[in-house]
C-alpha cells in the first residue's frame, strides 16, 4: 500500500471538506465565541519594538478605516527595524490561535483567543536566533529563524502551548547567506517552503506523519530575489520576487513523490518597484503584491491551472513614499489591508468581485519598525 499517496488523498479530502464547512455554515463561525470576540473582524500587527514587543489589535470596519481596539504583550523582544519577511503574525487555520516572532529575543509567542479577549499561552525559544517568520497546519507549527546559519524548527501546539518536536529543526539550501524572507505550510499540511533571497532559491520539504520534515529539494527562482509567498484554493504557490518586481507561480507534483514545485508562470513583471509581499484571496482568483519601493498594490489573476496575468499594475496606492509591506486579505475576501512601513499606517481597499481594488483609507498609530499583518 501506499502511504505517501494515501496520506496526501487523505489531507486534500480533509481540506476540501473544510473549505465546503466554512461556505456551507458560516454563521456558525460567528456564533462558536461571545459577543465582541476578538476572533472576527479584526487585524493584528506586532509593533516590534526592542524594549518589549506587543500585538496592536485593529477593529475592521465594512466602510472605513479600522480602529485600534488594545495591545497585548507578546512576553519578547522585537528589533525596532523592519524584519524584511512574511509572516511575522499568523493565526492559525482554525482561527483560535495567533503566534508572533520575536526577533529581539529569539523566541515565539502564542495567544488564545477566548473571553471577548485574547490570552498569552506559550513564549518559546525558537531554535535559532531571529525568528522572523511562522506558519501553522491543524496544529502544527513552524517558525523560520533568519540569524546565524538559517534554520526552521518545528512545534506542536496543545491548547496554545508550543512543545518542540522531537526532529523538528531543519537547515536551509546552506549554512548561512540565505537571508530568508518566509517559511510557509501547503494547504494539505504536507510540503513545506522557505523562500531564499539571498540565494535566488525555495527550498522545499515534505512534511512526515508526526510533522517532522524530510526530502529536502531546492528550486532556483526565474526572478531575483524570491521573497514572499501564498497560496491559491488549488495549492498553486504564489511567489514574489523583489529585485525583479515579478510574481512567479508554481504547482506541486500531484502523486506519492514528494519533488519540487514545477514552475508554472516565469517572473511575470509588474513594472513597479520591489514586489515583495504577496496575499491571495480565500476563492483563489486573485494575488496581490504589495510593492515596497513604489509603495503601491499590483493585482493578479490567478486561473485553474495556476497561470498569472497581470490585471492591474497600480491596482491601489498606499499613499506617497508610504512604502508597502505586509498584507492581510479578510477571510471573506472583500477587504485588503497592506501595511505602509514609512508612513507607517494600515491602508485598507475593498476586493471588488474582478480583483479591483477601492481604497477605504488610511489608520496611523502604529510604531516605526512593525511587522506583520493578519486578518480574521
Request: with cysteine; hydrophobic share 40%.
Amino acid at each position: 500500500m501506499n502511504t505517501s499517496l494515501n496520506r496526501r488523498t487523505s489531507l486534500r479530502a480533509l481540506a476540501t471538506l473544510a473549505a465546503l464547512s466554512a461556505v456551507a455554515a458560516p454563521s456558525f463561525a460567528q456564533a462558536d465565541d461571545e459577543t465582541g470576540s476578538l476572533r472576527h473582524g479584526k487585524l493584528f500587527i506586532s509593533s516590534n519594538a526592542p524594549s518589549g514587543n506587543q500585538v496592536l489589535v485593529y477593529a475592521r470596519a465594512t466602510a472605513g478605516v479600522p480602529t485600534l481596539l488594545g495591545t497585548f504583550a507578546t512576553g519578547g523582544n522585537g528589533t525596532g527595524a523592519g524584519l524584511g519577511s512574511q509572516g511575522a503574525v499568523t493565526l492559525s487555520r482554525d482561527g483560535r490561535y495567533l503566534f508572533v516572532v520575536n526577533a529581539g529575543s529569539n523566541t515565539l509567542s502564542t495567544f488564545s483567543f477566548g473571553g471577548g479577549t485574547m490570552t498569552l499561552t506559550s513564549v518559546v525559544n525558537t531554535n535559532g536566533t531571529t525568528p522572523t517568520s511562522v506558519a501553522e497546519y491543524s496544529g502544527l507549527v513552524y517558525v523560520m529563524n533568519a540569524g546565524g546559519d538559517g534554520n526552521v524548527a518545528g512545534f506542536r501546539n496543545t491548547a496554545g502551548v508550543l512543545a518542540p518536536l522531537a526532529d523538528g529543526v531543519r537547515g536551509l539550501s546552506q549554512a548561512g547567506g540565505t537571508a530568508p524572507g518566509q517559511v510557509s505550510i501547503n494547504n494539505y499540511g504536507d510540503v513545506l517552503v522557505v523562500a531564499e533571497r539571498a540565494t535566488q532559491r525555495l527550498t522545499s520539504y515534505s512534511i512526515g506523519a508526526n510533522g517532522s520534515l524530510s526530502r529536502r529539494a531546492v528550486t532556483t527562482t526565474p526572478g531575483v530575489t524570491p521573497f514572499g509567498h501564498a497560496y491559491s484554493n488549488n495549492d498553486t504557490l504564489i511567489v514574489s520576487e523583489a529585485a525583479t518586481s515579478s510574481v512567479s507561480s508554481y504547482r506541486f507534483v500531484d502523486n506519492s513523490r514528494f519533488d519540487a514545485p514545477r514552475v508554472v508562470t516565469s517572473a511575470l513583471g509588474n513594472g513597479q518597484g520591489a514586489a515583495c509581499w504577496i496575499a491571495t484571496t480565500p476563492n483563489g482568483r486573485f494575488a496581490f503584491s504589495a510593492n515596497a519601493a513604489t509603495s503601491n498594490v499590483s493585482a493578479f489573476g490567478v486561473a485553474r491551472d495556476g497561470r498569472l496575468t497581470l490585471l492591474s499594475a497600480i491596482a491601489g496606492s498606499t499613499g506617497p513614499n508610504a512604502g508597502a509591506v505586509d498584507m492581510a486579505v479578510s477571510p471573506d475576501g472583500q477587504q485588503l489591508h497592506v501595511f505602509a512601513s514609512r508612513a507607517p499606517q494600515i491602508a485598507s481597499f475593498t476586493i471588488s468581485a474582478s480583483g479591483s481594488l477601492s481604497a477605504l483609507g488610511t489608520s496611523t498609530g502604529m510604531p516605526l519598525g512593525s511587522a506583520g499583518l493578519a486578518a480574521n
